[in-house]
């Protein structure tokens, strides 16, 4: 079965913070996604990932920076949180016919 | 400018009934169309997909339905189960029948009642 490794389940974190939010995937895939999910407003990418050390903005990058060292490997960072990144993030990594996803971390930022 | 539509925030159906969600898109350039479920507190889960040359795939009780000239696409499940109640997303990406960079809608929360 393809494992998608999100770090944390749940985070507490206070504003101006920086965070950082882990996620490994064991089926070698190049490509890898950050995702966040909030009500009323459904999946939206914020960055992504189609090799190491390559990365690509998606449609909401602004806040967040990417980092991919390793192919398993997908970091998000928030380099100084804010209230309104408070939601839950979706790493997920691409098979050939479909998106795995994590379990998700959510955060909150006080 | 939103591409994926999910008009329909939420839907109750009976057990034993069809459920049938809606989803639309504008981007004529989408070519491959995916169904994921999400429990609360849990990642999506892929269900079922279709590609721009087919108009129907069917697993088990999931079916979707694809009308390109409408640009719209259904997922039925028949008979809707209260295992079923889930937020479901319907997402598109273009690029030969690829998953890579999905767009997705805003999603659907299906309660089925005992």
């Known amino acids: 079965d393809v494992k998608v490794t999100q770090s944390s389940r749940y985070l507490v974190k206070r504003t101006g913070e920086k965070v950082f939010l882990e996620c490994v995937q064991d089926?070698?895939?190049?490509?890898m996604f950050w995702y966040r999910q909030d009500p009323g407003l459904g999946l939206r990418l914020i960055y992504f990932?189609?090799?190491?050390?390559?990365?690509e903005k998606g449609d909401i990058p602004e806040g967040y920076s990417v980092s991919r060292e390793k192919k398993e490997r997908f970091s998000l960072i928030l380099e100084s949180a804010s209230t309104n990144q408070t939601s839950m993030y979706l790493c997920?990594?691409?098979?050939?016919?479909?998106?795995?996803f994590g379990e998700g971390s959510r955060l909150t930022v006080l | 400018d939103q591409q994926v539509k999910q008009n329909s925030p939420s839907l109750s159906v009976q057990e034993g009934r069809i459920s049938i969600l809606n989803c639309d898109y504008t981007?004529?350039?989408?070519?491959?169309f995916l169904w994921y479920k999400k429990y609360p507190a849990e990642g999506p889960t892929f269900l079922i997909s279709i590609s721009s040359i087919k108009d129907k795939n069917e697993d088990g009780r999931f079916t979707v339905f694809l009308n390109k000239s409408a640009k719209h696409l259904s997922l039925h499940i028949v008979p809707s189960q209260p295992g079923d109640s889930a937020v479901y997303f319907c997402?598109?990406?273009?690029?030969?029948?690829?998953?890579?960079?999905?767009?997705f809608g805003k999603g659907t929360l299906l309660t089925v009642n005992p």
């Open positions: 997402a598109a990406s273009a690029g030969g029948g690829s998953n890579y960079k999905l767009t």
């Open positions: 981007n004529s350039m989408f070519d491959y």
């Open positions: 990932s189609y090799d190491v050390k390559m990365k």
């Open positions: 089926m070698d895939h190049e490509n």
């Open positions: 997920a990594s691409s098979g050939p016919s479909e998106l795995f």
